[in-house]
Protein backbone atom coordinates (compact mmCIF):
# COMPACT_ATOMS: atom_id res chain seq x y z
CA UNK A 1 0.00 0.00 0.00
CA UNK A 2 2.93 2.25 0.41
CA UNK A 3 4.45 2.03 -2.28
CA UNK A 4 0.90 2.31 -4.38
CA UNK A 5 1.06 5.77 -2.34
CA UNK A 6 4.60 6.30 -3.37
CA UNK A 7 4.15 5.72 -7.02
CA UNK A 8 1.16 8.19 -7.63
CA UNK A 9 2.92 11.26 -5.41
CA UNK A 10 5.51 10.38 -8.15
CA UNK A 11 3.43 10.23 -10.97
CA UNK A 12 1.62 13.22 -9.87
CA UNK A 13 4.93 15.09 -9.30
CA UNK A 14 6.19 14.63 -12.81
CA UNK A 15 2.55 15.61 -14.39
CA UNK A 16 2.84 18.81 -12.02
CA UNK A 17 6.72 19.20 -13.86
CA UNK A 18 5.02 18.59 -17.59
CA UNK A 19 2.63 21.35 -17.34
CA UNK A 20 5.46 23.95 -15.92
CA UNK A 21 7.60 22.77 -18.64
CA UNK A 22 4.69 23.77 -21.43
CA UNK A 23 3.92 26.36 -19.57
CA UNK A 24 7.46 27.82 -19.76
CA UNK A 25 7.66 26.71 -23.37
CA UNK A 26 4.66 28.18 -24.16
CA UNK A 27 5.43 31.78 -22.43
CA UNK A 28 9.06 31.59 -24.75
CA UNK A 29 7.25 31.36 -27.87
CA UNK A 30 4.98 33.80 -27.65
CA UNK A 31 7.32 36.04 -26.56
CA UNK A 32 9.53 35.19 -29.52
CA UNK A 33 6.78 35.35 -31.77
CA UNK A 34 6.06 39.01 -30.34
CA UNK A 35 9.66 39.85 -30.68
CA UNK A 36 10.44 39.22 -33.88
CA UNK A 37 6.95 40.21 -35.26
CA UNK A 38 6.49 43.56 -33.93
CA UNK A 39 10.20 45.36 -33.85
CA UNK A 40 11.46 43.83 -30.75
CA UNK A 41 14.90 42.76 -32.18
CA UNK A 42 13.89 43.22 -35.81
CA UNK A 43 10.46 43.86 -37.42
CA UNK A 44 7.75 41.30 -38.94
CA UNK A 45 9.52 42.16 -42.21
CA UNK A 46 12.92 40.91 -41.55
CA UNK A 47 11.14 38.13 -39.68
CA UNK A 48 9.08 37.37 -43.09
CA UNK A 49 11.90 37.83 -45.09
CA UNK A 50 14.41 35.89 -43.47
CA UNK A 51 11.34 32.65 -43.44
CA UNK A 52 11.31 33.32 -47.49
CA UNK A 53 15.17 32.72 -47.57
CA UNK A 54 14.68 29.67 -45.52
CA UNK A 55 12.01 28.01 -48.03
CA UNK A 56 13.99 28.99 -51.05
CA UNK A 57 17.09 27.45 -49.60
CA UNK A 58 14.83 24.53 -48.73
CA UNK A 59 13.58 23.99 -52.49
CA UNK A 60 16.79 24.12 -53.70
CA UNK A 61 18.31 21.90 -51.23
CA UNK A 62 15.17 19.63 -52.14
CA UNK A 63 14.54 20.06 -55.65
CA UNK A 64 18.26 20.88 -57.40
CA UNK A 65 19.33 17.86 -58.89
CA UNK A 66 23.49 19.26 -58.96
CA UNK A 67 25.28 19.32 -55.90
CA UNK A 68 24.56 22.74 -53.52
CA UNK A 69 26.83 24.36 -51.27
CA UNK A 70 24.65 26.41 -48.45
CA UNK A 71 27.54 28.84 -47.63
CA UNK A 72 27.94 29.88 -51.74
CA UNK A 73 24.20 30.05 -51.53
CA UNK A 74 24.17 32.84 -48.61
CA UNK A 75 27.31 34.31 -49.54
CA UNK A 76 25.54 35.16 -53.28
CA UNK A 77 21.97 36.19 -51.85
CA UNK A 78 23.61 38.41 -48.57
CA UNK A 79 26.26 40.18 -51.99
CA UNK A 80 23.13 40.45 -54.22
CA UNK A 81 21.19 42.19 -51.32
CA UNK A 82 23.81 44.83 -50.82
CA UNK A 83 24.61 45.40 -54.61
CA UNK A 84 20.66 45.99 -54.92
CA UNK A 85 21.27 49.53 -53.34
CA UNK A 86 22.62 50.29 -56.41
CA UNK A 87 25.85 51.97 -54.66
CA UNK A 88 29.38 50.77 -56.01
CA UNK A 89 31.10 51.28 -52.74
CA UNK A 90 28.99 49.46 -50.42
CA UNK A 91 29.13 45.60 -50.33
CA UNK A 92 28.80 42.53 -48.72
CA UNK A 93 32.02 40.21 -47.34
CA UNK A 94 32.01 36.77 -46.76
CA UNK A 95 34.09 35.67 -43.70
CA UNK A 96 37.26 34.80 -45.93
CA UNK A 97 37.05 38.38 -47.40
CA UNK A 98 36.19 40.26 -44.20
CA UNK A 99 39.94 38.61 -42.50
CA UNK A 100 41.51 40.02 -45.86
CA UNK A 101 39.70 43.03 -45.36
CA UNK A 102 40.96 43.73 -42.08
CA UNK A 103 44.63 43.17 -42.76
CA UNK A 104 44.57 45.34 -45.76
CA UNK A 105 43.38 48.33 -43.46
CA UNK A 106 46.61 47.62 -41.55
CA UNK A 107 48.47 47.66 -44.55
CA UNK A 108 49.24 44.14 -43.79
CA UNK A 109 47.89 41.10 -46.54
CA UNK A 110 48.47 37.54 -46.38
CA UNK A 111 50.50 36.07 -49.40
CA UNK A 112 54.08 35.67 -50.12
CA UNK A 113 55.40 38.93 -51.96
CA UNK A 114 54.21 39.32 -55.16
CA UNK A 115 51.98 41.31 -57.81
CA UNK A 116 50.22 39.01 -60.55
CA UNK A 117 48.25 39.88 -63.41
CA UNK A 118 46.41 37.29 -65.92
CA UNK A 119 48.12 38.20 -69.38
CA UNK A 120 46.87 38.23 -72.86
CA UNK A 121 47.36 34.68 -73.24
CA UNK A 122 45.48 34.04 -69.89
CA UNK A 123 48.70 33.05 -67.94
CA UNK A 124 49.40 34.10 -64.34
CA UNK A 125 52.38 36.56 -64.62
CA UNK A 126 54.39 37.95 -61.84
CA UNK A 127 54.71 41.55 -62.19
CA UNK A 128 56.91 42.22 -59.06
CA UNK A 129 58.55 40.89 -56.07
CA UNK A 130 58.87 42.78 -52.86
CA UNK A 131 61.74 43.12 -51.18
CA UNK A 132 62.42 41.10 -48.01
CA UNK A 133 59.32 38.64 -49.04
CA UNK A 134 59.10 34.68 -49.05
CA UNK A 135 58.98 35.29 -52.55
CA UNK A 136 62.14 36.67 -52.94
CA UNK A 137 63.49 34.22 -50.46
CA UNK A 138 62.08 31.36 -52.76
CA UNK A 139 63.97 33.19 -56.02
CA UNK A 140 61.24 34.01 -57.88
CA UNK A 141 61.48 36.68 -60.14
CA UNK A 142 59.33 39.09 -62.55
CA UNK A 143 58.14 37.80 -65.63
CA UNK A 144 58.17 34.53 -64.59
CA UNK A 145 54.04 32.32 -64.96
CA UNK A 146 52.65 30.46 -62.29
CA UNK A 147 51.89 27.04 -63.03
CA UNK A 148 50.63 25.61 -60.20
CA UNK A 149 50.33 25.95 -56.36
CA UNK A 150 50.87 23.48 -53.72
CA UNK A 151 49.84 20.90 -56.50
CA UNK A 152 47.04 22.59 -58.17
CA UNK A 153 47.14 23.98 -61.50
CA UNK A 154 46.10 27.27 -62.15
CA UNK A 155 45.16 27.28 -65.82
CA UNK A 156 41.28 27.31 -65.33
CA UNK A 157 41.31 29.85 -62.19
CA UNK A 158 40.83 33.24 -61.88
CA UNK A 159 42.82 35.88 -60.40
CA UNK A 160 41.41 35.79 -57.36
CA UNK A 161 40.73 32.08 -56.74
CA UNK A 162 44.72 31.84 -57.19
CA UNK A 163 45.20 34.77 -55.00
CA UNK A 164 42.77 33.10 -52.51
CA UNK A 165 44.62 29.65 -53.20
CA UNK A 166 48.05 31.14 -52.17
CA UNK A 167 46.54 33.12 -48.77
CA UNK A 168 44.89 29.46 -47.89
CA UNK A 169 48.35 28.73 -47.22
CA UNK A 170 48.70 30.92 -44.40
CA UNK A 171 51.44 29.89 -42.15
CA UNK A 172 52.62 27.05 -44.14
CA UNK A 173 55.89 26.19 -46.29
CA UNK A 174 54.10 24.99 -50.09
CA UNK A 175 55.66 23.90 -53.75
CA UNK A 176 54.86 26.58 -56.03
CA UNK A 177 55.88 25.74 -60.34
CA UNK A 178 56.58 28.59 -61.96
CA UNK A 179 57.97 28.68 -65.85
CA UNK A 180 60.19 31.17 -67.33
CA UNK A 181 59.11 32.52 -70.87
CA UNK A 182 60.50 29.36 -72.71
CA UNK A 183 58.47 27.31 -70.85
CA UNK A 184 61.44 26.30 -68.54
CA UNK A 185 59.71 24.84 -65.50
CA UNK A 186 61.02 25.09 -61.90
CA UNK A 187 59.62 24.36 -58.46
CA UNK A 188 60.20 26.67 -55.76
CA UNK A 189 59.69 25.94 -51.91
CA UNK A 190 57.62 29.21 -50.48
CA UNK A 191 56.05 30.44 -47.18
CA UNK A 192 52.81 32.51 -47.12
CA UNK A 193 53.05 35.00 -43.95
CA UNK A 194 51.50 38.31 -42.98
CA UNK A 195 53.52 40.57 -44.68
CA UNK A 196 53.62 44.35 -44.09
CA UNK A 197 53.39 46.42 -47.45
CA UNK A 198 54.80 50.26 -46.31
CA UNK A 199 52.52 52.80 -47.97
CA UNK A 200 54.74 55.22 -48.18
CA UNK A 201 58.03 55.39 -50.63
CA UNK A 202 60.39 58.87 -51.00
CA UNK A 203 63.44 59.92 -53.29
CA UNK A 204 65.03 63.35 -53.52
CA UNK A 205 64.88 64.49 -57.70
CA UNK A 206 67.05 67.11 -58.71
CA UNK A 207 66.21 71.22 -57.67
CA UNK A 208 65.93 69.54 -54.56
CA UNK A 209 62.69 68.37 -54.73
CA UNK A 210 61.00 66.20 -52.69
CA UNK A 211 59.30 62.75 -54.04
CA UNK A 212 56.94 61.07 -52.20
CA UNK A 213 54.41 58.65 -53.02
CA UNK A 214 51.36 57.34 -51.09
CA UNK A 215 50.26 54.13 -52.14
CA UNK A 216 47.33 54.68 -49.37
CA UNK A 217 45.68 56.17 -46.75
CA UNK A 218 45.41 52.74 -44.22
CA UNK A 219 46.85 52.64 -40.79
CA UNK A 220 50.77 54.15 -40.48
CA UNK A 221 50.38 55.93 -43.95
CA UNK A 222 49.94 59.86 -42.25
CA UNK A 223 53.00 58.83 -39.99
CA UNK A 224 55.02 57.71 -43.02
CA UNK A 225 54.56 60.35 -44.67
CA UNK A 226 55.18 62.93 -42.11
CA UNK A 227 58.91 60.81 -41.15
CA UNK A 228 59.44 61.08 -45.17
CA UNK A 229 58.61 64.83 -45.35
CA UNK A 230 61.26 65.71 -42.10
CA UNK A 231 63.80 63.30 -43.19
CA UNK A 232 63.25 64.98 -47.41
CA UNK A 233 63.52 68.31 -45.40
CA UNK A 234 66.85 67.31 -43.52
CA UNK A 235 68.32 66.59 -46.69
CA UNK A 236 67.33 69.57 -48.03
CA UNK A 237 64.74 69.55 -50.17
CA UNK A 238 62.90 72.91 -50.84
CA UNK A 239 59.78 71.95 -52.39
CA UNK A 240 57.52 68.48 -52.22
CA UNK A 241 55.94 66.55 -55.40
CA UNK A 242 52.80 64.10 -53.29
CA UNK A 243 51.98 61.17 -55.86
CA UNK A 244 48.57 59.63 -54.99
CA UNK A 245 47.58 58.58 -58.50
CA UNK A 246 46.41 54.96 -57.92
CA UNK A 247 45.69 55.52 -54.17
CA UNK A 248 42.13 54.25 -53.31
CA UNK A 249 42.20 56.10 -50.05
CA UNK A 250 41.87 54.62 -46.89
CA UNK A 251 41.02 55.67 -43.50
CA UNK A 252 39.54 59.21 -42.28
CA UNK A 253 41.71 59.69 -39.41
CA UNK A 254 45.23 59.49 -41.48
CA UNK A 255 43.84 62.15 -44.49
CA UNK A 256 43.12 64.55 -41.52
CA UNK A 257 46.45 63.61 -39.64
CA UNK A 258 48.37 63.88 -42.40
CA UNK A 259 46.44 67.91 -43.79
CA UNK A 260 46.59 68.91 -40.18
CA UNK A 261 50.16 68.89 -40.77
CA UNK A 262 50.64 70.54 -44.17
CA UNK A 263 47.58 73.78 -43.76
CA UNK A 264 47.42 76.38 -41.46
CA UNK A 265 44.28 76.88 -39.58
CA UNK A 266 40.87 76.23 -41.02
CA UNK A 267 38.45 73.27 -42.05
CA UNK A 268 40.07 70.33 -43.61
CA UNK A 269 36.84 68.05 -44.04
CA UNK A 270 33.12 68.25 -43.89
CA UNK A 271 31.13 65.00 -42.88
CA UNK A 272 27.40 65.02 -43.40
CA UNK A 273 24.71 62.79 -41.98
CA UNK A 274 21.88 61.23 -42.90
CA UNK A 275 19.47 63.68 -41.48
CA UNK A 276 22.15 66.55 -42.31
CA UNK A 277 24.15 67.31 -39.67
CA UNK A 278 27.83 68.16 -40.19
CA UNK A 279 31.18 67.57 -38.40
CA UNK A 280 33.84 69.71 -39.18
CA UNK A 281 37.70 68.67 -38.82
CA UNK A 282 39.84 71.41 -38.64
CA UNK A 283 43.52 72.26 -38.87
CA UNK A 284 45.76 74.03 -36.34
CA UNK A 285 48.34 77.42 -37.46
CA UNK A 286 51.32 75.05 -37.49
CA UNK A 287 51.87 74.22 -41.06
CA UNK A 288 54.72 72.84 -43.76
CA UNK A 289 54.83 76.09 -46.25
CA UNK A 290 57.20 74.88 -49.02
CA UNK A 291 55.92 74.62 -52.45
CA UNK A 292 54.09 71.46 -53.21
CA UNK A 293 52.48 69.92 -56.46
CA UNK A 294 50.05 66.95 -56.45
CA UNK A 295 49.78 64.06 -59.05
CA UNK A 296 46.47 62.52 -59.17
CA UNK A 297 44.58 60.82 -62.00
CA UNK A 298 41.36 58.93 -62.72
CA UNK A 299 41.95 56.31 -60.33
CA UNK A 300 42.87 58.77 -57.36
CA UNK A 301 39.76 58.72 -55.50
CA UNK A 302 38.05 59.04 -51.63
CA UNK A 303 40.95 59.85 -49.07
CA UNK A 304 43.56 60.36 -51.75
CA UNK A 305 41.21 62.48 -53.59
CA UNK A 306 40.46 65.12 -50.45
CA UNK A 307 44.18 65.43 -50.40
CA UNK A 308 44.47 66.45 -53.51
CA UNK A 309 41.56 68.77 -52.97
CA UNK A 310 42.40 70.28 -49.38
CA UNK A 311 45.33 71.35 -51.08
CA UNK A 312 43.94 72.82 -53.99
CA UNK A 313 41.45 74.73 -52.63
CA UNK A 314 43.87 76.34 -49.80
CA UNK A 315 46.07 77.61 -52.70
CA UNK A 316 49.07 75.09 -51.14
CA UNK A 317 49.64 72.98 -53.91
CA UNK A 318 49.30 72.69 -57.71
CA UNK A 319 47.65 69.59 -58.99
CA UNK A 320 48.72 67.68 -61.91
CA UNK A 321 47.26 65.04 -64.30
CA UNK A 322 43.97 63.32 -64.79
CA UNK A 323 40.40 64.46 -63.62
CA UNK A 324 39.80 62.16 -60.85
CA UNK A 325 36.83 59.95 -59.76
CA UNK A 326 34.47 61.86 -57.70
CA UNK A 327 34.01 59.49 -55.03
CA UNK A 328 32.21 61.56 -52.05
CA UNK A 329 31.08 59.43 -49.79
CA UNK A 330 32.27 57.43 -46.45
CA UNK A 331 31.62 54.15 -45.45
CA UNK A 332 31.56 51.69 -42.32
CA UNK A 333 32.38 48.59 -42.05
CA UNK A 334 29.38 46.52 -39.64
CA UNK A 335 30.64 42.65 -38.73
CA UNK A 336 27.97 40.08 -39.13
CA UNK A 337 27.64 37.09 -36.82
CA UNK A 338 28.91 34.82 -39.38
CA UNK A 339 32.27 36.50 -39.39
CA UNK A 340 31.48 38.37 -42.65
CA UNK A 341 30.88 42.08 -42.96
CA UNK A 342 28.86 44.76 -44.56
CA UNK A 343 30.84 47.73 -46.14
CA UNK A 344 27.96 50.69 -46.23
CA UNK A 345 27.73 54.29 -47.08
CA UNK A 346 26.60 55.92 -44.00
CA UNK A 347 28.08 59.86 -45.09
CA UNK A 348 28.50 62.39 -47.70
CA UNK A 349 31.63 64.06 -47.13
CA UNK A 350 32.72 67.74 -48.65
CA UNK A 351 36.09 69.78 -49.04
CA UNK A 352 36.70 72.39 -46.61
CA UNK A 353 34.64 74.91 -49.32
CA UNK A 354 32.14 72.25 -48.77
CA UNK A 355 32.13 71.18 -52.66
CA UNK A 356 30.60 67.57 -53.43
CA UNK A 357 33.33 66.06 -55.18
CA UNK A 358 30.74 63.35 -56.40
CA UNK A 359 28.32 65.57 -57.94
CA UNK A 360 30.72 68.00 -59.21
CA UNK A 361 32.65 65.22 -60.68
CA UNK A 362 36.24 65.32 -59.18
CA UNK A 363 38.74 67.31 -59.19
CA UNK A 364 39.36 68.86 -62.22
CA UNK A 365 43.73 69.64 -62.45
CA UNK A 366 45.23 72.96 -62.35
CA UNK A 367 47.74 71.14 -65.32
CA UNK A 368 46.24 68.21 -67.03
CA UNK A 369 48.70 65.88 -68.38
CA UNK A 370 48.56 62.33 -69.84
CA UNK A 371 51.29 59.68 -69.36
CA UNK A 372 52.11 57.75 -72.73
CA UNK A 373 53.59 54.70 -73.53
CA UNK A 374 56.64 56.64 -75.40
CA UNK A 375 56.94 59.04 -72.15
CA UNK A 376 55.67 57.30 -68.82
CA UNK A 377 57.10 60.69 -67.15
CA UNK A 378 55.08 63.38 -68.65
CA UNK A 379 53.20 63.64 -65.19
CA UNK A 380 56.05 63.87 -62.98
CA UNK A 381 57.96 66.47 -65.37
CA UNK A 382 54.39 68.24 -65.53
CA UNK A 383 54.76 68.79 -61.93
CA UNK A 384 58.60 69.42 -61.74
CA UNK A 385 58.13 71.82 -64.13
CA UNK A 386 55.18 73.79 -61.95
CA UNK A 387 57.62 73.67 -58.88
CA UNK A 388 60.69 75.31 -61.06
Given at each position: ???????????????IQLIIVC???????????????????????????????????????ENYIGDVD????????ASAMVRSIDDKWSYYMSPEEYASYKLTSSNEYAGIGISVKQNDDGNFEILSVDSGTPAETAGLTSGQLIVSVDGQAVADMTLSEVQELIRSKLNKDFPMVVSDSKGNEVSVTVACEIIYKDPISSRMLDGNIGYIKIDNFEAGSSEGAISAIEKLVAEGAT????????????????????????????????????????????????????KMAVLVNANTYSAAEFFAAALQEYDWATIVGEHTTGKARSQITIELSNGGAVHISTHKYLTPNRVDLAENGGIKPDI????????????LNAAIKALK
Open positions: MKKQKNSFFNKKFKLLVVAALSAGLTYVLTTGGIGSKQYFDDAKSYVEIEKIINEDTLFNAASFIFDVRNNPGGLLSELVSLLDYLLPDGDLFVSVDKQGNETVKTSDKICLSSEAVNTNEDPQVQ
